[in-house]
């Protein structure tokens, strides 16, 4: 008996020396520091830290490198910034999950404080906003802001008084425009509007342009649901011509040229496996320097030569790390950078430019977190049972190579639009330490590999997109990576879906589940999203009816009805941990209080973790320390 033993007992003792366990705050605590930019003439930083029990906004002189804590919230936090001028910034502020943000200002030395617009009390899909889009170099006092106080689909633009929060329209909306865009000199002169068909059997959107803002507006592209569409990216410097990205004729979205005029469209960067984005911008002449994209991992194509070789300067210096500007000053001379790996959250570095490249160090996002206590993401891909080629991530626990070890699967939320990214992954690297493989699929609808693979996943809730998921885990066991007996899946929002799909659909695949804030009746979310308040114009309703599923139509109703896993809770038999916020806008609170009923009906055990005010996804530092810890727990002890 001790000879059977032996074996066993040295390879758990072999695994638990090269795995130290780290606490959760390890990985959850807020961080030391975060959105750190320049102020535009590059005098002064700004950063989100903690002070106290919150993260508040932090504001350093260059000249003394001294920070000074400009707010002091308590029991709530700032979520993001921007620099309205080089004296005074606006910062967002959520108050209970609901995800409406109310616009405050205050100056870099902590005078003036002001709220400028207050937050929403009530839960909309489409809360109440006022932000920032534009800044004006010529006035020190106003900035151009988004609204959609008149119609929550439709925002009009605004001159916003920075100290008292007072607005004068610019544009009012016709009751159909989604979105604008301006010219470098501040002139409205593109939009994009949207049209419903009366039976909301189909939508449309038009990106328009004008020549003035007293000109009619001009159709330049359209698409219909479904379609490939085009998107506007900016304006040239000159102000004659477009940035557009456009996926028409191709599939996958490239950035073009376009000149209104003559409608001449020319080819400015592509790739011919995944969507590129629009190019970044030069705040000194307007002048596109890069667009970004992202394969495997993130890459960026430089159109700017200048900036182009910086980039390779920064590699050079900085080789282990992925290196990305992310603030840069209005004459182009001093720019914040950020190094960032799958092991780190990153390392913040200030850079002049000028008269020679000049790297400082300046602070780590989260000094504690050490490269060499993490692990790697490694890119995979497999094939669905279809054929289908499937990209995505496995982490693996320190010495785990070449065994068969408990398996999380995580896909991720949305379901159409977002995808899995290489990269710092808090989550994933707790779930590493723990000792569990993690497995994270972009299976079919995810965003960023072409119009035909996200649109090819309409209706796939529970079908194809459920298999994708289930492929990946019979690949990570016929790999040998997995023991096939030790498989949870987790996943928020529609990933949530995916964790109750799994439980229910396929229950000898997995032990265990964790649903976060995770849809489990699908016509409960159709009318909550289709719901008159919520939409008004009726466009996401003939969205959701294309891509999800219409209750009106008999064969949708019933493949909804098929694919509920709130239906199929009798197949449920293994250990679940239900996580939701009260304030949730997106899946309301409502689908958890369902699930939670029947399975108290069914006799089936859970456990749960539901807090007031928090909404789609915990913020509070608290409550995710608690969530983790819970979570920490459940999978100790049920994988």
């Known amino acids: 008996m001790t000879h059977k033993l032996l074996p066993i007992l040295l390879l758990f003792f072999s695994f638990s020396a090269t795995a130290k366990e780290l606490p959760v705050e390890y990985f ?11 102020s535009p003439d590059g005098k002064h930083l700004a950063a989100i830290a903690p002070v106290g029990e919150s993260r508040n906004l932090v504001v350093i002189d260059r000249s003394t490198m001294k920070p000074l804590a400009v707010t002091s919230l308590t029991h709530r936090d700032v979520s993001g910034y921007q620099w309205a001028s080089n004296e005074r910034l606006l910062f967002y502020v959520e108050e ?33 906003y006022t932000r920032m889009v534009d ?16 119609k929550l689909q439709f925002p009009d633009l605004y001159r916003m008084d920075i100290y008292n929060g007072k607005k004068k329209r610019l544009t009012s909306n016709p009751g159909n425009f989604t979105g604008w865009g301006m010219d470098w000199d501040h002139k409205v002169r593109i939009a994009m509007r949207q049209s419903v068909a009366k039976d909301k059997s189909d939508a449309s959107s038009e990106l328009l342009y004008r020549e003035t803002e007293d000109a009619p507006w001009k159709v330049l592209a359209t698409s219909h649901l479904g379609q490939e569409g085009t998107g506007y990216a900016g304006f040239t410097p000159d102000n004659k011509s477009l940035y557009i990205v456009s996926a028409v004729g191709r599939d996958r979205m490239a950035a073009y040229k376009l000149d209104p005029a003559t409608g001449k469209k020319e080819l400015v960067f592509g790739h011919d496996e ?58 182009e001379k001093t720019a914040v950078v950020i190094a960032g790996s799958d092991k780190t959250p990153g390392t913040y570095y200030l850079l002049e430019t000028e008269p020679k490249l000049k790297l400082t160090y300046l602070a780590q996002i989260a000094e504690r977190i050490k490269p060499a206590d993490m692990v790697d993401m490694k890119p995979i891909s497999y094939k669905a049972r279809d054929g289908l080629l499937i990209h995505g991530y496995l982490t693996l626990p320190k010495g785990a190579e070449g065994k ?48 035909k693979f996200e649109v090819g996943a309409w209706k796939q809730w529970g079908l194809q997109m459920q298999d994708d998921i289930s492929d990946a885990v019979k690949w990570a066991i016929d790999k040998g990576i997995a023991d096939p007996k030790r498989v949870c899946i987790y996943g928020a929002s529609y990933g949530g879906y995916a964790t109750m799909a799994g439980l229910t659909m396929t229950p000898d695949l997995y032990k265990c589940g964790v649903n976060y804030v995770g849809v489990v009746d699908l016509d409960m979310l159709e009318e909550w999203d289709t719901d008159r308040h919520h939409d008004e114009s009726g466009a996401l309703t003939a969205w959701f009816h294309r891509a999800v599923g219409n209750p ?23 250990p679940l941990f239900i996580i939701h916020g009260r304030r949730d806008p997106r899946v309301e609170i409502a689908q958890a209080e ?19 005010k928090e909404g789609h996804g915990f913020r509070r530092e608290e409550n995710k320390l608690e969530l983790y810890k819970m979570m920490d727990a459940f999978l100790k002890k049920n994988l």
């Open 135 to 150: 800044r004006l170099r010529e006035d020190d006092r106003h900035v151009i802001v988004a609204s959609n106080d008149r």
């Open 28 to 38: 959850f605590k807020n961080y030391e520091f975060s959105q750190v930019s320049l």
């Open 552 to 574: 009106d139509d008999p064969k949708d109703q019933a493949r909804m009805k098929k694919t509920s896993p709130i239906n199929l809770l009798a197949n449920l038999d293994d």
């Open 594 to 612: 369902e699930l939670m009923d029947k399975l108290d009906d069914l006799s089936k055990p859970y456990i749960k973790l539901i807090k007031k």
């Open 404 to 451: 068969a070890i408990p398996l999380i699967v995580h896909p991720h939320g949305g379901p159409y639009g977002p995808r899995d990214i290489w990269g710092w992954n808090p989550e994933v690297q707790f779930l590493a330490n723990r000792g569990y493989a993690v497995l994270q699929m972009n299976f079919r609808g995810s965003g960023g590999y072409g119009n």
């Open 274 to 331: 995944v969507d590129v984005g629009g190019p970044d911008f030069s705040p000194k002449d307007h002048r596109a320097l890069a667009i970004g994209y992202v394969t495997d991992k993130p890459h960026i194509h430089y159109l700017d030569k200048k900036f182009g070789d910086i980039q390779k300067a920064l590699d050079k210096a900085l080789p282990d790390t992925v290196n990305r500007i992310t603030s840069i000053t209005e004459d």
């Open 96 to 128: 209970d999950g609901n995800e409406s943000l109310a616009l405050n200002a205050v100056n870099i030395d902590g005078s003036k404080p002001r709220v400028l617009t207050k937050a929403s009390k009530g839960i909309q899909l489409i809360p109440r």
